[in-house]
């Protein structure tokens, strides 16, 4: 069930930080979404491009929709016509496609580079060397229909704090170094997206100023034990 109080506390909070939050509303059923909706969220990130072309079908069209989880190149068109921010670009490939598949719908869509940053190598991500490889050869500077606005980074489940903290303020460092670097004539990069339910306190704490808040809005998700056939 959605946790309208806990939503509004959050809203106030990252206003107070000068942050913008995402409810994280992935395997969330569209009545408990727009429950969220209705008290006044409009920015909903989802990790699944199925779910989040149908909700986004079926749910108002104020939305502006995040695209948080992986993304494989073959499915970038059924959202390049509505997406309003992707989070998860970890690969030069997958920014080529989004690019070719933005111009096909007149389009430049925003996009948040993800890094690395976590003790877990299961997470995506680019390494911060590997980036900084690509910038170096302007490797995204011919894609016309993208816009880098920013860094996404997820840090380690863990329960130190000390760990999450090392890594998201290690993240706002990088963040600090390329903008200065290699988007100083680029004021659009400027989204540095860190913290979930568990850790966003403590992103919020280092220089957040994008969240995505999940399970704390809408309460625990279950674990699916059919999964849905992809598109
Ligand atoms: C699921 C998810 C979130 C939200 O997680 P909660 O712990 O439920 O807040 C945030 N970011 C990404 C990339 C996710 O996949």
């Known amino acids: 069930m959605a946790n309208i109080s806990v939503l509004q506390d959050i809203t106030k909070l990252a206003k107070e930080k000068n942050a913008v939050l995402v409810a994280i509303s992935k395997t969330k059923p569209v009545e408990e979404i727009r429950k969220v909706y209705d008290a006044g969220q409009r920015a909903f990130g989802e990790n699944k491009v199925q779910e989040l072309v149908q909700k986004y079908e079926e749910l108002p069209k104020d939305i502006e929709w995040h695209m948080v989880g992986n993304l494989q190149t073959n499915k970038v068109k059924y959202i390049a016509p509505f997406i309003h921010l992707i989070h998860s670009v970890d690969s030069l490939k997958l920014a080529i496609e989004i690019n070719k598949q933005a111009a096909k719908n007149g389009r430049v869509i925003d996009v948040l580079l993800e890094i690395h940053i976590a003790a877990e190598t299961n997470k995506s991500g ?94 625990e998700r279950e674990i699916k034990k059919n999964p849905t056939i992809p598109i």
């Open 126 to 219: 680019f390494s911060e060397e590997e980036l900084i490889d690509h910038l170096d050869i302007k490797a995204f500077d011919s894609l016309k229909n993208i816009r880098i606005v920013g860094l996404m980074g997820m840090a380690t489940n863990t329960k130190s704090q000390v760990l999450i903290k090392n890594e998201f303020s290690g993240l706002k460092s990088f963040f600090d170094e390329i903008r200065e670097t290699y988007f100083k004539q680029n004021p659009g990069f400027r989204i540095l997206s860190m913290g979930m339910s568990g850790d966003y306190l403590i992103a919020l704490e280092e220089g957040s100023n994008m969240i995505r808040v999940g399970s704390a809005i809408f309460g």
